[in-house]
């Protein structure tokens, strides 16, 4: 989009601002067979075609194509499927051969090629349809007959991963053109950090890391397993080296790269402060333990360790909002939760010793001792009750029957808390958005940085398009209606019910925007200070900010 692009409030289509619309594409039906199939299939112009779709499937097939050259590597698994892997390879170069020709019969209408002097030799020396080429070419000439060296098959088979430069070179085109003039650390932030420089590519890298977080998560969970670690253990140590390697370098880029940030400008104590963050140490977390284990395993076994690189997993938490809104609710419902948190240490140590006193006489071996019997308590407060450890006696059975009862609702006071808080945290944050929007439709336009701000904060509270259209309605009456409000004099309004309750839920509703945009402490300051406020225009005041918080 333009930088300069406006949205017209009465010509607003929240669909096309949010981005997620299913737009059908305009051609039409009675333009050359030629034209319409280049129009549909590969136009990159045409919004709602299919030229993404087919880049998506495409570049898919070529991914699996890579993994099926590495498994065909290890014997144990390519000699029991040979007819699989033969039927797959003959679905990818049909697949690969029919794109060659549509791209070759499409040559004349692609931008590049239409006013060369021969479109369709023009396309067959293009870098793009040598690559094409040559990952069919292996195909037909073990066909013909032609003896190739299966090394050299292999390699010219693997030539097909070069098929996703298509996908990457006009990201990167794109990526270029929106960092131009801008310094090397400016490009690689706007690479690895969310801002509007990124593009595409910023997308395609944040892809490429979570693509290869679940590679790495599932190789070592596979690793687990003694039968398949003895077939892959070569494979599953060269994926962990090249995953080690990957994250290292994204993690140096945030590193360097942060000072771009705000809030993190300097470049000691800015780059100090972005390693100390969640993010940023769970990226720490993800490569540490094989570092570890290189330099140190001859002086001690760290073996152990390589089960933390299931902490790789928690880097997919950065492209989720949902955790961070979470950290928010347990830091606000803190006070709540440790009360009941402590209640529940008090009963499981109380009832432990309890269960002790009961039961050791009768169950020495399993009631042993005060800490054995915690774990008794727990598991019984949380309605588990795995039945390893039981009690026997009269008294013990009739204490478990009152902890199992206890258990239902004091174990129930946290997930109710969470719950409640979370949805309040949602109903909070979709109030400021409101808010904002208030002050974004007063002239009304959206510019191009509002419109941003909206798609942002839509996608980070999972707001539907209907959920924000509804949104913009409401605001944009509000709005009306204040404005008609306005223009009525005081004691117009008072003489009508109907409209003094509209005027007093739009000054509730300013003050409630007030307190939400306004600094909140130097607000209560000033007004104690200039003691400007009566006791009861404080007690509303205090009464609206504490609903919010």
């Not at 590597?73 to 049909?94: N, T």
């Not at 479109?119 to 003896?147: C, M, N, Q, R, T």
């Not at 880097?315 to 009360?339: F, G, H, Q």
């Not at 240490?345 to 050791?360: I, K, Q």
Request: glycine share 4%.
């Amino acid at each position: 989009m333009e930088q300069n692009k406006s949205y017209k409030l009465e010509d607003l289509d929240v669909q096309s601002l949010l981005g997620n619309q299913d737009i059908v594409a305009d051609i039409a039906s009675d333009l050359p067979f030629r034209k319409w199939l280049y129009s549909w299939l590969l136009d990159p112009n045409i919004p709602g075609n299919y030229q993404k779709a087919v880049d998506k499937w495409i570049g898919l097939l070529i991914v699996a194509n890579l993994f099926v050259l590495v498994f065909e590597h290890v014997p144990a698994l390519y000699e029991p499927y040979k007819g699989f892997y033969h039927v797959f390879d003959i679905f990818s170069v049909i697949v690969f051969t029919i794109e060659y020709a549509v791209r070759f019969y499409l040559a004349p209408e692609d931008e590049e090629f239409k006013t060369k002097k021969n479109a369709h030799v023009s396309y067959l020396f293009s870098p793009f349809a040598i690559i094409d080429f040559l990952a069919i070419a292996p195909f037909y000439l073990k066909l013909l007959g032609i003896p190739l060296d299966l090394r050299i098959l292999r390699f010219l088979r693997l030539l097909r991963i070069l098929k996703l430069f298509r996908i990457l070179i006009p990201a990167y085109a794109d990526f270029v053109k929106l960092n131009q003039g801008r310094t090397f650390r400016q490009r690689v932030h706007a690479l690895v950090f969310p801002s509007a420089f990124g593009g595409k590519m910023q997308e395609i890298f944040d892809a490429f890391i979570g693509v290869w977080v679940l590679l790495s998560v599932f190789a070592v969970i596979m690793e687990s397993m003694a039968s398949v670690s003895y077939i892959l253990n070569l494979q599953f140590v060269i994926l962990d080296s090249v995953a080690v390697g990957i994250f290292t370098i994204e993690y140096c880029m945030r590193i360097y790269s942060c000072v771009e940030e705000p809030g993190f400008k300097s470049p000691i104590g800015g780059r100090f402060k972005q390693a100390k963050t969640a993010s940023t140490l769970i990226d720490f977390l993800a490569i540490l333990p094989f570092f570890l284990e290189v330099f140190l395993h001859h002086l001690i076994d760290l073996r152990f360790l390589r089960v933390f690189r299931l902490a790789r997993l928690l880097k997919l938490t950065r492209y989720n909002d949902a955790t961070a809104i979470l950290v928010k609710v347990v830091v606000r419902e803190w006070p709540v939760m440790s009360a009941s948190a402590f209640i529940m240490m008090l009963l499981v140590v109380l009832t432990a010793s309890l269960g002790y006193l009961f039961e050791h006489e009768a169950q020495p071996e399993k009631f042993e001792n005060i800490p054995q019997s915690i774990y008794w308590a727990v598991i019984t407060l949380a309605s588990v009750g795995y039945g390893d450890i039981s009690p026997v006696t009269p008294m013990g059975r009739a204490m478990t029957i009152v902890l199992a009862l206890i258990g239902i609702g004091i174990f129930a006071i946290p997930a109710a808390l969470l719950s409640s808080a979370f949805s309040d945290q949602l109903v909070k944050e979709r109030e400021a958005l409101k808010a904002n929007l208030f002050e974004m439709l007063k002239d009304g336009h959206i510019d191009e940085d509002e419109a941003n701000f909206i798609r942002q904060e839509a996608k980070r509270l999972h707001l539907t398009t209907e959920e924000v259209n509804a949104l913009i309605e409401m605001v944009q009456r509000e709005n009306e209606a204040a404005h008609n409000i306005k223009e009525l004099p005081i004691h117009v309004i008072a003489e009508r019910p109907e409209i003094a309750v509209e005027h007093y839920k739009m000054l509730v509703g300013q003050i409630r925007q007030l307190s939400m945009l306004t600094d909140t402490t130097k607000f209560e300051q000033t007004a104690k200070e200039s003691d400007s406020l009566t006791a009861t225009e404080w007690s509303l005041w205090q009464s609206i900010k504490a609903k919010q918080n």
